[in-house]
């Protein structure tokens, strides 16, 4: 199985001047995603990338496109939204590639380019596991909820109060 995460770029690496656009599709070698909603392996990945050459280094700008597969946290409903994930990652072809004031730092570590190849993989489960919402609802994804009546996961009914919790009305004069 191949992944449509993996890019060969020898020719840039050998003298590429101009930026490659390519798009790759493919299943996912792996479940990408929180425990809720993910990109279930298998599925099938659309990757639309542009690859620019920066000397030493090459610079990833794409978009990757997935069916996600999850549950709503209220109504525990299906959801199988389809979504669109960018990632901007550059990857380091040498160890001389300039990374920062301290080279010694694992901070701001690169990724490198492996036998003339990059895998966005890491990138994607970086991306998806920051953008993906912790607790999934319907209307995360522009749809309605098929039970109201439950309350949303955080337990916030949606209904204002103005009752001040007694532990902390003493500092209401401080204001």
Same mark, same amino acid.
């Given at each position: ?124 489960? %970086?991306? @998806?596991?920051? !953008? ?9 994804? +522009? #749809? =309605? ?8 996961? %955080?337990? @916030?009914?949606? !209904? ?9 009305? +003493? #500092? =209401?004069?401080?204001?």
């Amino acid at each position: 199985m191949t992944s449509p995460f993996i890019f060969d770029c020898a020719a840039l690496l050998r003298g590429g001047l101009m930026p490659e656009t390519r798009t790759q599709t493919g299943p996912s070698p792996a479940r990408i995603g929180i425990a809720m909603m993910a990109i279930d392996e298998g599925e099938e990945v659309s990757v639309a990338a542009t690859l620019t050459p920066l000397g030493e280094g090459i610079m990833v700008d794409a978009d990757v496109t997935a069916k996600l597969t999850g549950q709503c946290a209220r109504c525990l409903d299906a959801l199988h939204p389809e979504r669109t994930f960018h990632i901007n990652e550059v990857f380091a072809a040498s160890a001389d590639f300039i990374q920062g004031d301290d080279p010694d730092s694992e901070e701001d570590e690169l990724p490198m380019v492996v036998d003339n190849r990059i895998d966005l993989l890491q990138s994607v489960i %970086d991306v @998806v596991g920051l !953008e993906l919402p912790f607790n999934p609802t319907c209307q995360d994804f +522009g #749809l =309605e909820c098929s039970d109201d009546e439950v309350p949303a996961p %955080d337990g @916030v009914s949606g !209904e204002e109060n103005d009752l001040i919790d007694p532990r902390w009305a +003493g #500092l =209401e004069k401080f204001k």
